[in-house]
Each structure stands twice: as C-alpha cells, then as structure tokens.
C-alpha cells in the first residue's frame, strides 16, 4: 500500500513535469517553423507570389495607424502609465495594426497561400493520406506541385463576434504594464484556438468535438498562439512569421499523426496523454 502511495504521489508529481515540457515544445513549434520554412524552398512559392502585396498593405497599414492614432492613445495612456505610455503606446498600435493587416490578408489575400502552405507542409511529413481528405494530391516530387483541386474550404474567416471581442478588450491597456500582458495573452489564446483549424477540418471533426479537444488542451494551444502573436506584431517580418507560423501549426498537426493520437476516436486525448504515449 505504502509503495503504491508513493508511486502515486510520483506519478502526480512528474504529471505537471511533463504537461511543462508538452506546453515549452508546442510553443517552440512556431519558432520551429521559421527554420523549417527557411530550409524548404519548396514552400516558399506562395509566400514570394504575395510579398508585393503583403508589403504595401502592411507598410500602409502600420504607417497610417501610427500616423493618426498614436498620438491620441498616447495622450490617453499617458494618464494611467505615466512615463511607460509611449512603449505601452506602441505596442498597443501595433497590436491594432497585426489584427487589421490579418483580418484583411487572411479573409482576402493569403486564404489560398496559407491553405497551401500548411497542406504542403503535411506532404513534406509524409501525410499524404490526410491532406487527401480536404484536395486532390498530384503525384511528383515537389510538395508544392502535388497540391491539386481544394475539395474543402479552407480556414475559417474573422467573424464579427471575434471583432468585438478585440474592441472589448482594448481597455484593458489602460492598465499599466499588467493589462497590455493581459492583452497580448488573450490574443494569444484566441490566435491558438485558430492554428489546427484545418487540421480539425482534414480530420472531419465536429465543431462540438474540436472544442472539447481545445478545451482539454488550452495551454499548448495559448503557449503556440503566444508566440505567434508576438511574432507577428514585429512590422514588415510579420508578413514572414505569418507563413513561418503556419509552417509551425502544421508540423505540429504532423507529430499529432505521428503519435496516433487517434483524434477521430469519440473522446481525444490529451497532449499530455500523447506525450506519455511517445515516452
């Protein structure tokens, strides 16, 4: 009895051990992704097609929010944070200036490129069969090349309950240095919940079903969406990190196939489970 406590109590304690470790390694995907992306020139054929886009809108984006939005929220903010207001300024204007510049390029703009690249990435891992599920598959070398017909509409778009979510939350950067963490880390958790969007859809899950899944694992989903967020508000590269950040989701769907996480099954397991599984 005693030695089946301790065992107990030792695996309670090493279960936390290995929840940090599955959250740390999920949220090294995204910073997986922009080697991965950099050493596959494969992939890099959507990306280089949308840079002179990519670059207007951004750079008129971010200039214009600067130009006539800063100084107001800098008055405002000046108030609550004091000396702090101009940094908190500046990240709040380029928080604003990510969320516009995605939600135009992501309904608008890079819907195709991005579906491509993700899908493209999952050829690179060998998981032919599953991309097969949501477009045709070519034959051919070329990952890029293979990707034929879309048979399923790809990511989901911004939608206006999301829209006024953001706008809800805006004051929370009146708070100094505390709120605007608040901030990026709501974000983040939204931008995680997004990642596997077409994951969930090459795996036909229900949206009940994609739910609990995030529900169990909402740490490795916000520690990615974290990252991701952070990466994406540095200007002009956020036009690479958007790419490079979907390059990361989809290695990550991989290793999720990788492990046989049996994700069609009727209740998914945890990432902690899967990671027991692996060791």
Known sequence: MAHTAEASGADHQQQPAKRNRVVDSVGEKAQEGIFYFISHRSLW????????PLV???????????????????AVLFFVNGPIAPFSAILLVLNEST??????????????????VFDGTLLTRGDTQIVSEGREVKSGGDPMQKLGKILK???EKFSPKAIIRYVMYLPLNAIPVVGTVIFILIQGR???????????????????KREDWLAKNVGPYTAFGLVATLLEMIPVASMFFTFSNTVGAALWAADIEDKDTSMTDGTAPTLRETAEKAE
């Open 45 to 52: 054929k959507p990306f280089v097609s949308k840079i002179g």
């Open 56 to 74: 207007l809108l951004s750079t008129g984006v971010i200039g214009g929010m600067f130009f006539f939005t800063y100084l107001p929220q800098l």
């Open 99 to 116: 969320t516009i510049i995605n939600l135009i390029s992501r309904n608008y703009l890079l819907q195709d490129a991005l579906l491509d």
């Open 153 to 155: 509409s790809p990511f």
């Open 190 to 208: 939204t931008r995680g919940k997004g990642v596997h969007g077409r994951y969930f859809q090459l795996k036909r899950w229900s949206q009940p």
